[in-house]
């Protein structure tokens, strides 16, 4: 709660509260690192993950500058300024509503208690008219101001539209390296249920071609050399390793 607070006062140099890029920044980052290096995609993810988390500091020092320059500045004219007019507004109520009874009783007071309620009035009428007319007088302070946070919403797009643009070039380069790659052939891995068919043709020399991976070539390979050569013992794999061969 301390910590929130001190982050909204601008005691710290970040807001009290998650942007919406660097959420998704760090969602990119995590699922990039899920997928590994070796993913095209996945490092994708992590260099753009990088850029949203930039993204996000960015829109960070933009909430800053705000509310340092803009926010709070109209705050303090709210709770200062205005209050002290309200207070002088006030006041000036009060002393006309006790004018004006004295000079409804006028005759039945004394002149000098009538006279001195007139001066009281007048005095505070003027000190309420000043505070107006100062708070008037200064407006351009707040002109200032906002044309202050124009600037630093100027300055945060330009910032941003930067951050995307290298973001977009380093995709594009990657794509285009990508469909430049030639493509590689998948070779599925040699089963443990498979190998001793492999082994058994290797033995007996029965030639295999080099794309050809599957269990029931050997079985045709194996099984057409017994029908040519019946002399020779063709001992095959018992039925337990032809489980889950193919």
Known sequence: MLNTISKIRGQVKNPGYPQSEGLVGECMVRH??????????????????????????????????????FIDPLRNLCDKDLKEIQHHMKKLEGRRLDFDYKKKRQGKIPDEELRQ??????????????????LLETDIEQVSQLSAVMDAQLDYHRQAVQILEELADKLKRRVQETSSRPRQEFKPPVTGALRPWRARAAQWGIPLRPSTQDHSFLVIEISRQARQDPQQEYATPGPAKLQGTI
């Open 32 to 69: 990039g690192k899920e997928l590994g290096r070796e993913s095209n995609f996945g490092d994708a993810l992590l260099d753009a993950g990088k850029f949203m988390k930039r993204l996000a500091e960015v829109k960070d020092s933009l909430d800053i500058e705000v509310k340092q320059n």
């Open 117 to 134: 309620a007139l001066e009281k009035f007048e005095k505070s009428k003027e000190v309420a008219e000043t505070s107006m007319h100062n």
